[in-house]
């Protein structure tokens, strides 16, 4: 019973991160309907950008995680105003796929020629201190990620329900047209929905870098989850997202404790593929669905 609990809650902590590192891989789906197979990028971005800030001026990680974010969203916008729009507008939307994929490679390589292709870390001093409560033993890195995650996915969402351009993210998701009616610059929602994606990935990198070890080619780790993710939450929505993450951090944890480590892709893709054939459009639904 104490290894089911363990199992349970490790899967709730390191799925709350996962949520995170996807909330922007949903976001971008849902919105643009495109699938950014660079995000895994951007989040490993994130995670170079916080090594930087604690290598040149000693900060820790989360300290760095706003100024990371904010340069994510820099990042993130004119990658989209200038790289992924002007593809998809003289081609097809299938044309993102291999503009987002040929930048991740080509990322990835520059990354490994500034930083080298060696595996990186982030982990602070504190990153083995741990309690145990009730049998269950908690450790405070992981807590502090969970907490961290929780509060940007519901700022997320609170930007999203709540402040006006949420509301204009949403109306342009739904009908384009309508939207451009109205007067929205619906290109420009599209790049400041791109550029809060890349914060929120950026954002991820830090937690994740904190977590675990990363290089240069760690972001098609990350790309494939933040799939898995979307379509077992749902597209375009912060709870979606939550879900999705919560699931595979469960499928993830209780697959390595009862049966063995080397399993949990095996579960967590056979999941997925259940979850394709039986509902397509993930546990919560498409968030931006309702009139496509």
Do not use: K
């Not at 729009?85 to 390589?109: E, G, K, W």
């Not at 990186?120 to 890195?141: F, K, V």
């Amino acid at each position: 019973m104490d290894r089911l609990a363990q199992a349970v809650v490790d899967g709730i902590l390191q799925g709350s991160v996962l949520s995170l590192a996807a909330v922007g891989f949903s976001l971008v789906f849902g919105v643009l309907g495109i699938v950014n197979l660079s995000h895994g990028l951007l989040v490993i971005v994130g995670a170079y950008l916080a090594l930087v800030a604690r290598q040149a001026f000693g900060l820790d990680p989360l300290i760095a995680m706003p100024f990371v974010a904010a340069i994510g969203f820099g990042l993130g916008y004119i990658y989209q105003r200038y790289v992924v729009s002007p593809a998809i507008n003289r081609s097809t939307i299938v044309s993102s796929l291999l503009v987002t994929y040929a930048m991740a490679l080509i990322a990835q390589n520059l990354i490994a020629l500034l930083f080298s292709p060696d595996v990186m870390s982030i982990r602070p001093n504190y990153a083995n201190l741990h309690t145990q409560i009730a049998g269950i033993t908690l450790n405070l890195l992981q807590v502090i990620a969970c907490v961290a995650g929780l509060l940007l996915i519901t700022a997320l969402s609170i930007l999203l329900y709540r402040l006006p351009i949420g509301r204009t993210i949403r109306a342009t998701a739904e009908e384009v047209l309508a939207a451009r009616v109205c007067g929205v610059d619906v290109e420009q929602v599209y790049a400041l929905t791109f550029g809060i994606a890349s914060a929120f990935a950026a954002a991820a990198g830090v937690l994740i870098g904190m977590l675990f070890p990363f290089s240069p080619s760690s972001h098609e780790h990350w790309t494939i989850y933040g799939f898995v993710v979307v379509v077992l939450g749902g597209v375009g929505s912060a709870s979606g997202a939550l879900v999705g993450g919560l699931l595979l951090g469960l499928i993830s944890t209780l697959t390595t404790q009862f049966i063995g480590p080397a399993y949990p892709n095996v579960f967590v893709f056979l999941t997925l593929v259940f979850m394709l054939l039986v509902r397509p459009n993930g546990l919560l639904g498409n968030a931006f669905g309702g009139s496509r």
